[in-house]
């Protein structure tokens, strides 16, 4: 297997971009990537994608991004694993690279949500449909019940949930691609509005559009490219039970678990070594879950490691330097990828007032639906 390195790294701003097409957004940040990287061609594509033909009625985007990109003819095509979507395309671009099979491979996650289409009944596709959204389940009420149950077996109060918006927002300040820039207050957050109860407005990953994208390559050949290569030293990817019903403890995610397993395993590291971390915060009881079962934070402690400091910028572990998802939006399948760029962006000191010191190794976290997917990458500074 050679070892990988990513080379290039571009993203649109998120939030709602009206002037902008699902194309026009991928197509911004690709060039971003290449040009960061002074490529002018790709052997492969993958494209991290929820639902364009739910959101916008455009499948096979494949062939339809190479085209607008410029590059007709190479190998492209979707990777769909609903929220993890991007995440995914990471794995599978990785691979490509790995196994010698493409040198110069671009992998970008795109999402166009908030062109009128239905948001709330599209995202539900991704849980189950015969037993969960049938009787009317939405995401949000799917993490109210993880955080109901998290609450009964740990104590974890709406004052912890809150917390972690309040991190994510300040991170989100420094942050000139995030869509919300505005901090809050963990008294804004109790005082906003209820979505399924415990969750509020401002527990909530917003509806957004973005794109993101990163170029790899094989680490022998990155100078070609950049003198500063960031090395993907792990990936794993697992799943679980698509209903919460069917899980033995819905507080815990087990597909969350044995990815980073597999992740730690590959690049031979353990959860202490992490210095710089982006985990899938699409609601406040995300963050807290993933970095239980991730290994970043002892199981049961997840929920007092914002409060406490432990996981801001500054902390023993920074988490969500970007915003996370709460504050730098969440155009779903562009997620994974956009995580990836924050810890490219810190393993090589480029992240500014979010520079977390002497960062070498980093840790992104995407999961799919209530954690029926995850995929975690770890990456190293050369
Ligand atoms: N965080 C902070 N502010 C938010 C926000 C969020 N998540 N969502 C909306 N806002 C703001 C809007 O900018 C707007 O502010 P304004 O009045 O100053 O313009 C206001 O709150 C109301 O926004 P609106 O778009 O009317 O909210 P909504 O009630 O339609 O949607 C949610 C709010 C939380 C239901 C929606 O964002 C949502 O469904 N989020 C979860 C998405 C999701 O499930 N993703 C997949 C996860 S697996």
Redesign the pocket.
């Known amino acids: 297997m050679r070892e990988v390195a990513i080379v290039g790294a571009g993203m649109t701003r998120f939030g709602e971009i009206w002037e902008s097409s699902l194309r026009d957004l991928f197509v911004e940040a690709a060039a971003g990537a290449l040009n960061s990287a002074g490529a002018d061609h790709v052997d492969s594509i993958f494209v991290g994608n929820m639902s364009g033909g739910q959101f916008v009625g455009q499948e096979h985007l494949g062939p339809l991004m190479a085209d607008h990109l410029g590059m007709a003819g190479v190998a492209a095509a979707r990777v769909e694993s609903a ?1 993890a979507s991007g995440g995914m395309a990471l794995n599978m671009g990785f691979m490509a690279v790995a196994s010698g099979c493409s040198d110069a491979v671009l992998v970008a996650g795109v999402e166009k949500m908030t062109d009128g289409a239905d ?2 009944n599209v ?1 539900a596709s991704a849980a189950d449909q015969e037993t969960e959204v049938y009787h009317g389940i939405t ?2 009420g799917l993490y109210a019940m993880i955080a109901r149950a998290h609450m009964e077996k740990h104590g974890t109060t709406e004052e912890d949930l809150a917390w972690v918006a309040v991190k994510n927002h300040k991170h989100g300040s420094l942050n000139p691609k995030a869509q ?1 820039r505005g901090e809050v207050t963990v008294e804004q957050v109790l005082r906003s509005s209820m ?1 399924a109860e415990p969750l509020r ?2 527990h ?4 957004s559009d973005g794109a993101a994208a990163v170029l790899l390559c094989p680490l022998d050949q990155a100078e070609k490219y950049t003198d500063k290569p960031v090395k993907v030293i792990g990936t794993g990817v697992a799943t679980d039970s698509i209903a919460l019903a069917d899980r033995k403890d819905p507080a815990f995610l087990g597909s969350v678990e044995k990815s980073a397993e597999r992740a730690y395993k590959m690049a031979g590291v353990t959860p202490k070594d992490i210095q710089v971390a982006e985990v899938h915060d ?2 406040a009881i995300a963050e807290i879950c993933c970095l239980e079962a991730s290994g970043l934070i002892e199981k049961g402690k997840g929920a007092k490691a914002a409060a406490s400091g432990v996981t801001s910028l500054g902390g023993r572990i920074p988490v969500n330097t970007s915003g996370g998802l ?1 504050s730098k939006g ?1 155009p ?1 399948g562009a997620t994974g990828v956009a995580q990836a760029i924050e810890v490219f962006e810190q393993l090589r000191g480029e992240s500014g007032e979010r520079q977390v010191e002497d960062a070498r190794i980093g840790l992104t976290q995407n999961m799919g ?1 209530s954690g029926a997917s995850s995929v975690v990458h770890i990456y190293q500074g050369v």
């Open positions: 929220c948001v709330t995202l995401f949000p919300f979505v407005l401002l909530c990953s917003p509806v699409c609601f709460k969440h779903v639906g």
